[in-house]
Nanobody
């Protein structure tokens, strides 16, 4: 059974920093896209940062220059370093793991964690 465990959320003042982690129990982690999403109250879930399957990185315009996504494949973990946090970054942050396709074998994906709350408030 695939499990994603997010951690690192909390309450921080504007301008502060947090580091989120997402550890995934899944095979061929290194070949999968990994994505951080967030959902604020009353708003739709939005993509925050992503490692694509090809290894490129994408960021939402609202977090470029402030957030950094990284991964440690040996530990099946993806991170989201968040700096210069703003009140509008307040949301539940979710981790998503995508499928993989290696040597003509397809490994299913699109699994979600339960989320971790990030609150930016003075």
């Amino acid at each position: 059974q695939v499990q994603l465990v997010e951690s690192g959320g909390g309450v921080v003042q504007p301008g502060g920093s947090l580091r989120l982690s997402c550890t995934v129990s899944i095979v061929v982690f290194s070949a999968r896209a990994m994505t951080w999403y967030r959902q604020a109250p009353g708003k739709q879930r939005e993509l925050v940062a992503q490692f694509t399957r090809s290894g490129s990185i994408n960021y939402a315009d609202s977090v470029k220059g402030r957030f950094t996504i990284s991964r440690e494949n040996a530990k099946n973990t993806v991170f989201l370093e968040m700096n210069k946090l703003k009140p509008e970054d307040t949301a539940v942050y979710y981790c998503n793991v995508g499928p993989a396709y290696i040597d003509n074998t397809y490994y299913t994906g699109d699994y979600w964690g339960r989320g971790t709350q990030v609150t930016v408030s003075s």
